[in-house]
């Protein structure tokens, strides 16, 4: 099985949580919708980590550790994305961020 | 004896006093008058008339003087500021301060043609005055009328004495202003009914005519002014000989073109202020003035003043200006001598006689007979001013009845005044040893030579046909005018005349003033003489209206006066107490003593006036001698511009020995033709009874009845001036002024012509200009408000509407900005990729 498949299941991740990001009505589906994006660029990372070594040299874990801090930062980043959603509850009363267009003053 | 010593020698030292005093008594009287005269008693009468016969005494005095030296063949010109020093500087113009003299300032000018004009105005205005103390007596207004007609002489005694001719200016016009007064003296007494209509008309009328012809002469003052600098006529004389001398050596035989202007602008003050043609018609209306006044105008002053003009400016009129003069003056005399053969009017038929000789005179200093113009204004002043007395006498004796129709036999109650009016009209028709035959005979003399003499123009020669035609026309009216008025019998009422009584109402109305011009006026006014006291004149109802007079032809003597009891009346001026029922039934009176004497005097000098001149009495009888007369003598080109000036004058209209000689004969035989062929027309149609001539009279107006029509209507001239009078007695109120088809009706109308060019043309292009800038104004306004408005309002409405369209994106939901910012990303890609 080649890199393509990995890349396509990659890109198909990317595209459905670009769609969510787009389409969900509530903020946590948003947030689901990044973690499928960083997720998508994890497959990436990891994937060609495993079909890119030069021939003969020791193998490199380079794609294997942005994975790791990409796990790390998705994280923090949901932490960070929950507490603003929280504030938003509390400002809006409501998780849509349709109704949170405060941005538009 | 010398010519110092002796007591008729002219002494500057005391004459210019003695004349100046003369000047001066009328116009002390007149302020007397003004202030104080009618609590005095008498009204002051006395006081003017004394005080005038102060002044005729002086001027007569002098006036001998005047006799004295031309009799010593002694030059007699005095400039009482070069010879006694008395002068009156007004004030200094331009350069002439560096001499010392101010060329605006005035002396006293005496000279023969002063001397005698002089005279007559002195003798004539003494006459009036002591006339007017019977013919004004009781009428309201008494002691202004004499204050008035004092202050009239005055100015005339100034114009005369003027040495400038802005002097004589000032005087000419404080006589215009004077006429104006006297002639509308009645319009301040109603109670003179049909006068006082017709005398506010006409004082309006002669006051605005004369008016015409005095700006004229200022124009021509102005106008010699400014080239001469000077108003003195001496100087003015000098000035331009010397004027044409200068010019004719550049252009032989041509004169400069604006003396000939100035020349007929002076001339237009003569037109106006002697009633020549056409500015003639105030005269005859100026008989609406009490008929004292009617002398003062018609004989001393006033139109003479004209003719004194003429003479004392004649160095300045070139060839041409005098062409003019002397046709104007030949239409004058023919022209006013027919009218005065249809007028019926007593004091009508006088106007006309006036305005006819003075185109007599006018048209013989046209013609270059100084002289024989002067001359005859000289006999002409006497005669007429005696027969417009003798006329007034008459009016006054026949009850104010003015219409000669209504006359008749008046010779047998009022001889003396007969025997005046008779002698000053044989004067005036030119009958040989009456003074209006030596002067009237002088300027027909004068016509002829210049055609005799070679000098053959077109003016000459109208002259010369006309003005024996004029006369004989003269000698027609004036005997026509006695016959009427003095033969036959008595016959009042014939006529419906304007003057004739009102019946009822005037308790104390002695006079009935009325006057009729032949022109049919309606109605009549009655002149109120307070201190009267007659009865009603019950006139009215006694109806003449039945009696039918349709025609002149038939008009008979309509109940003579035979069946009115001829009560008694009282002879003081003029009580016609007794009227009866009939109204007319009073016979006319003799006049009282001063009217009477007023008439003598006049009479003798109108007879004799020619005669004072006359140098050898008794050889000049021999009539183909008659023209050398004294005054031709003492009043010659020499003496009347200096010797210098005269010669040259002189020279010009000088003829030859045999060339003169048979005008003489020529001109002694067409004026004796002339006026006996008048007087034996006159006395064929009129001296034959009254109801024959009426019928004969008819039979001559009827077969000429186009042209008769046309002289009795005057020419119509005031119709086509549009001033003719129309007196309405009926009407309370003045008709308003209706323009007409006439010289003031179209002036009217072209003044209205112009007026609509004014809206039309001239507005129009004021309101095309304003109209264009309001369109430039408003282009602009709409280039401000669309182009600069645009911009602004544009830049703003762009800004505003991209923003409304871009916030349509700033949405605030972040999920659409994500939307934006995939889709943005995506074609960035796809850029990437496909380019």
């Not at chain 2, 035989?253 to 007929?264: H, I, K, R, S």
């Not at chain 2, 004067?427 to 210049?450: C, H, N, Q, T, V």
């Not at chain 2, 002879?571 to 003593?593: C, I, N, R, T, Y």
């Amino acid at each position: 099985m080649g890199l393509g498949a990995y890349i396509a299941v990659s890109a198909a991740l990317f595209a459905l949580g670009i769609v969510a990001i787009l389409v969900r009505r509530n903020v946590l589906y948003v947030l689901m919708g990044i973690e499928m994006i960083l997720n998508a660029a994890n497959i990436n990372f990891v994937a060609f980590n495993r079909f890119n070594q030069a021939a003969g040299a020791t193998s490199s874990l380079d794609g294997r550790m942005f994975a790791i801090f990409v796990i790390i930062l998705a994280a923090a980043e949901a932490a960070v994305a929950l507490a603003i959603v929280l504030n938003v509850f509390h400002l809006f009363n409501s998780v849509k961020p349709a109704e949170a267009d405060l941005l538009r003053e | 004896m010398t010519a110092e010593s002796h007591f008729l020698a002219f002494d500057p030292a005391q004459d210019f006093k003695l004349l100046f005093l003369a000047f001066v008594l009328p116009l002390v009287g007149y302020v007397i008058q003004i202030s104080v005269g009618k609590r005095l008693p008498r009204q002051g009468d006395w006081l003017l008339t004394g005080g005038l016969f102060a002044t005729a005494s002086i001027t007569v005095l002098m006036f001998a003087k005047s006799l004295w030296a031309a009799y010593h063949g002694q030059e007699f010109r005095h400039h009482s500021g070069d010879e006694a020093g008395l002068w009156f500087h007004w004030f200094y113009s331009s350069d002439t301060i560096a001499n010392g003299v101010s060329n605006v300032s005035a002396a006293i000018f005496y000279d023969p043609l002063g001397a005698a004009m002089l005279m007559v105005v002195g003798v004539v205005s003494f006459c009036v005055h002591l006339f007017s103390i019977g013919y004004m007596h009781g009428t309201p207004r008494y002691h202004i009328f004499f204050a008035n007609i004092s202050l009239f002489t005055f100015a005339m005694l100034g114009l005369v004495l003027s040495d400038n001719l802005l002097f004589l200016f000032i005087f000419w016009e404080v006589m215009g202003l004077m006429s104006y007064l006297l002639i509308g003296h009645f319009s301040h007494d109603p109670s003179s009914g049909y006068f006082h209509k017709w005398a506010t008309k006409a004082c309006k009328k002669a006051f605005l005519t004369t008016r015409v012809g005095d700006t004229c002469l200022l124009v021509g003052m102005v106008i010699f002014f400014w080239k001469f600098d000077t108003f003195r006529f001496t100087e003015l004389w000098r000035l331009s000989l010397e004027e044409i001398a200068r010019h004719q050596a550049v252009h032989p035989g041509e004169y400069p073109l604006w003396m000939t202007v100035g020349g007929l602008f002076i001339f237009g003050g003569t037109i106006g202020k002697s009633a020549q043609f056409p500015l003639h018609i105030w005269l005859p209306d100026a008989m609406a003035g009490p008929t004292p006044v009617s002398a003062m105008i018609h004989a001393a002053t006033m139109v003479a003043a004209g003719v004194f003009l003429l003479g004392r400016c004649y160095p300045m009129f070139t060839p041409d200006v005098l062409n003019v003069i002397a046709a104007v003056g030949t239409i004058t005399a023919i022209f006013a001598a027919t009218i005065g053969t249809t007028a019926y009017d007593l004091k009508a038929v006088l106007a006309w006689s006036t305005i006819s000789q003075l185109g007599f005179m006018v048209a013989a200093i046209g013609l270059g007979g100084v002289v024989a113009g002067l001359f005859h204004m000289v006999t002409h002043a006497f005669f007429k001013a005696c027969l417009f007395l003798s006329a007034g006498s008459v009016i006054h004796g026949c009850h104010h009845e003015q219409d000669m129709r209504n006359m008749g036999g008046v010779r047998k109650y009022m001889p003396i005044t007969f025997a005046c009016m008779l002698a000053s009209t044989i004067a005036i028709a030119g009958i040989p040893f009456f003074s209006g035959f030596y002067s009237k005979d002088m300027i027909i003399l004068r016509a002829w030579e210049e055609i005799l003499g070679g000098r053959f123009t077109g003016a000459s020669f109208f002259a010369a046909v006309g003005l024996p035609i004029a006369a004989a026309c003269t000698a027609f009216y004036m005997f026509r005018m006695i016959f009427m008025t003095f033969s036959d019998s008595y016959r009042p009422g014939t006529v419906e005349s304007p003057f004739a009584h009102h019946g009822g109402g005037h308790d104390d109305h002695g006079h009935d003033h009325g006057h009729g011009d032949d022109h049919g006026h309606a109605g009549h006014g009655d002149h109120a003489h307070g201190d009267h006291g007659h009865e009603a004149h019950g006139h009215a109802d006694h109806g003449h209206a039945a009696h039918g007079h349709p025609a002149p032809a038939h008009a008979h003597a309509a109940s003579a006066h035979a069946s009115h009891g001829h009560e008694a009346h009282a002879k003081d001026h003029g009580g016609h107490d007794a009227h009866g029922d009939h109204g007319h039934a009073a016979h006319p009176h003799e006049s009282p003593l001063p009217m009477v004497v007023a008439l003598c005097i006049l009479a003798f000098l109108g007879v004799f006036g020619g005669h004072f001149w006359l140098a050898d009495p008794v050889h000049s009888l021999k009539f183909w001698e008659h023209a050398h007369t004294w005054f031709e003598e003492s009043v010659s080109f020499q003496s009347l511009y200096g010797a210098e000036i005269g010669d040259k004058l002189a020279a010009k209209i000088a003829v030859d020995e045999h060339a003169a000689h048979l005008a003489h004969i020529v001109a002694l035989s067409v004026s004796l033709t002339v006026a006996s062929l008048g007087i034996l027309v006159a006395w064929l149609i009129y001296g034959r009874g009254w109801e024959r001539s009426q019928r004969v009279a008819g039979k001559i107006t009827h077969s000429i009845h186009a042209i008769y029509e046309v002289v009795k209507g005057k020419y119509f001239v005031d119709e086509a001036l549009g001033t003719a009078i129309v007196v309405d007695m009926k009407r309370k109120d003045e008709p308003r002024y209706q323009p007409d088809a006439s010289v003031i009706g179209a002036s009217m109308h072209f003044a209205n012509f112009l007026g609509w060019i004014d809206r039309n043309v001239v507005d129009a292009t004021v309101n095309l200009v304003g109209r264009i800038g309001m369109a430039f104004g408003r282009g602009s306004a709409a280039f401000d408000r669309v182009v600069i408005d645009g911009a602004v309002n544009g830049v703003g409405m762009f800004t505003q509407t991209f923003g409304s369209v871009v916030r349509l994106f700033q949405s605030g939901r972040v999920q659409q900005y994500a939307t934006f910012a995939v889709f943005g990303g995506l074609a960035l890609a796809a850029w990437l990729i496909l380019l």
